[in-house]
């Protein structure tokens, strides 16, 4: 059993064309669509996930497939964001080295959790997590560029907080991104730039470890997974250019909508 185990990931990694067979071409324009929606948004308000998951979901992918081909088409946007900020100067690596590190193994506790969960489980508590995390960004406050004063130590926050969010973002991973953030800026009283440097770093680390994960239980649509980062990465850059005054107001609404859409057209499907 140990031994078909790793043979079933190995041997779809050999032949990374072979998850096109169930998806019609017109679906894969659909997505590599959604990805491209996602990037532009993402680079603006965050919250790209929210989009991409439930797309993969109703293209017919199961829950730990499109969990797992939304890790491989997040990183790209991860990496590219990361390396922006890094260098520009703003990400502080001799601060943010360990908590990466711990992100990334909460992210694959997660992942090796959802890969074994069932899959008509996770179907259905699906649209209601969407419904959850696109409530709590139509909710969530502007984030000041202002640094406060610190509510917890450093250390503490890299053993706890960092770990747990990492364990999600490998786990379902929608608003990951955003919860790194808001850590780091109502724990750590860091001010918007930094907070966002920061959360850049240990969000490619979570993404990048539970890609990892969920490659080797054989989840990942690879040929899928590359067109729509692709998409993603010049999405966000796009974003980034169009993130002007109010953008980020403008953009959630639209963000909280598609979800919340996407999230009903799903609980319609399992009903």
Same mark, same amino acid.
């Given at each position: 059993?140990?031994?078909a185990?790793?043979?079933?990931?190995?041997?779809r990694?050999l $032949?990374?064309?072979? &998850?096109?067979?169930?998806?019609?071409?017109?679906?894969?324009?659909? =997505?590599?669509?959604?990805?491209f929606t996602a990037?532009? +948004?993402d680079a603006?308000?965050?919250?790209?996930?929210l989009?991409?998951?439930? @797309?993969?979901?109703?293209?017919?992918? &199961?829950?730990?497939?499109?969990i797992? !081909?939304?890790?491989?088409?997040?990183?790209?946007g991860?990496?590219?964001?990361?390396? !922006?900020?890094?260098?520009?100067g #703003?990400v502080?690596w001799?601060?943010?080295?360990?908590l990466?590190?711990l992100? @990334?193994l909460g992210a $694959?506790?997660?992942?090796m959790?959802v890969?074994h969960?069932?899959?008509?489980? =996770?179907?259905?508590?699906?649209?209601?997590?969407l419904?959850?995390?696109? +409530?709590?960004?139509?909710?969530?406050?502007?984030?000041?560029?202002i640094?406060?004063r610190p509510?917890?130590g450093a250390?503490?926050?890299?053993? !706890?907080?960092a770990?747990?969010?990492?364990?999600?973002?490998g786990?379902?991973?929608?608003?990951?991104g955003?919860?790194y953030?808001?850590g780091f800026?109502?724990l750590?009283?860091?001010?918007l $730039?930094?907070?966002?440097?920061?959360?850049?770093?240990?969000?490619?680390?979570?993404n990048?470890a539970?890609?990892?994960? =969920?490659?080797?239980?054989? #989840?990942?649509?690879?040929?899928?997974?590359f067109a729509?980062?692709?998409?993603q990465?010049f999405?966000a850059r796009?974003?980034? #250019?169009?993130?002007i005054?109010n953008?980020a107001k403008?953009?959630?609404?639209?963000?909280?909508? $598609?979800?919340?859409?996407l999230?009903a057209r799903?609980?319609?499907?399992?009903?």
């Open positions: 059993m140990r031994r185990f790793f043979l079933r990931p190995w041997s990694l $032949i990374p064309v072979a &998850d096109m067979n169930s998806i019609s071409p017109p679906t894969f324009v659909m =997505l590599v669509g959604a990805a990037g532009f +948004v603006i308000a965050g919250g790209g996930g989009i991409t998951v439930p @797309a993969l979901t109703l293209a017919g992918l &199961d829950p730990v497939s499109a797992a !081909t939304n890790k491989l088409q997040g990183t790209f991860a990496a590219s964001a990361m390396r !922006t900020y890094a260098r520009a #703003h502080e001799r601060d943010v080295r360990l990466a590190l992100a @990334a $694959i506790a997660g992942a959790l890969s969960l069932p899959t008509n489980w =996770l179907a259905a508590i699906l649209p209601a997590a419904v959850v995390i696109a +409530v709590y960004f139509a909710l969530s406050p502007q984030i000041s560029n640094a406060t509510r917890m250390k503490l926050f890299t053993l !706890t907080v770990p747990l969010i990492g364990c999600y973002d786990l379902f991973g929608p608003g990951a955003s919860f953030m808001r800026v109502a750590l009283g860091y001010g $730039i930094k907070a966002t440097a920061q959360t850049k770093v240990a969000n490619f680390a979570s990048l539970a890609l990892a994960t =969920l490659m080797l239980t054989g #989840h990942v649509y690879w040929t899928l997974g729509m980062g692709a998409a990465f999405g796009l974003g980034a #250019h169009a993130a005054k953008g403008l953009i959630r609404p639209m963000l909280v909508t $598609i979800c919340l859409l999230a799903l609980a319609w499907n399992q009903m």
